[in-house]
């Protein structure tokens, strides 16, 4: 995306104001570059520019109040439009229909450690909106995964910017292509297991998709 390579300079004009929009939007449901925006704030403030609590206090804010909104969105809005529109996107039927598996059988575990992934991140709370999970066990996974998500990725960029340096060094880039390696090898493991799991949701919940119920 565009956006991405011009995060710093946002954030550098914007400030705390940029990140919160930035992760406010993604957890509503548009994939933009929330995590990176909080991760460069946070480099930001190990070099001074910014505070770190108030970087994480943003982040945090802005990914409750949007995940929020995707929720209501996905309640009230989202099954009829996310079945005719949602492959444009990437959220399929057999996406969808292992959607409504894994919140039958995992509820308020996705939304907390979807926040963790980078699709997950933008969809799950839509993707809870749709299938109907309750609102008080979505708000307390979503407000604990929120937090968490803010308060390490804020942590981890503010320690790299405080030894921003040491990356520049030979053992630094070993370690860099170590760790986008490493990211390669977890994502074709996600990507498999997941289409394992499609296939068992389908095997699961035979037939064409229907929209979810409350309290199914």
């Known amino acids: 995306m ?3 390579g011009h995060v710093g300079q946002l954030i550098s004009h914007w400030g705390l104001y940029a990140v919160f929009f930035v992760v406010l939007a993604e957890s509503a449901g548009v994939p933009l570059p929330g995590e990176t925006a909080l991760v460069t704030a ?3 403030a190990g070099q001074g520019k910014l505070s770190l609590p108030a970087v ?3 982040a945090t804010a802005a990914a409750v109040l949007g995940d929020n909104v995707g929720y209501w969105i996905g309640r009230e809005f989202g099954f009829p439009l996310v079945l005719r529109y949602g492959g444009r996107i990437g959220l ?3 996406r969808l229909k292992l959607g409504q598996y894994m919140f039958r059988k995992h509820g308020g575990k996705i939304v907390f ?3 963790f992934v980078a ?5 799950a709370a ?3 909106g749709i299938n109907r999970l309750p609102w008080p066990e979505f708000l ?3 407000a604990l995964g929120g937090v968490t998500w803010a308060t390490l990725f804020a942590t981890g960029g503010y320690m790299l910017g405080k030894a921003f340096e040491h990356y520049a060094r030979p053992v630094g880039i070993a370690a860099l292509l170590l760790a986008v390696v490493g990211a390669f090898v977890v994502q074709r493991y996600l990507k498999a297991h997941a289409d394992a799991l499609m296939e068992e949701a389908q095997r699961a919940m035979p037939g064409p998709l229907v929209a979810p119920k409350a309290g199914e």
């Open 42 to 44: 946070a480099i930001f």
């Open 113 to 115: 450690f979807g926040r």
């Open 92 to 94: 399929d039927e057999p």
């Open 2 to 4: 565009h956006l991405i």
């Open 140 to 142: 307390v996974f979503n």
């Open 126 to 128: 839509l993707l809870a």
């Open 56 to 58: 994480i206090a943003t």
């Open 119 to 123: 699709i997950l991140r933008t969809f």
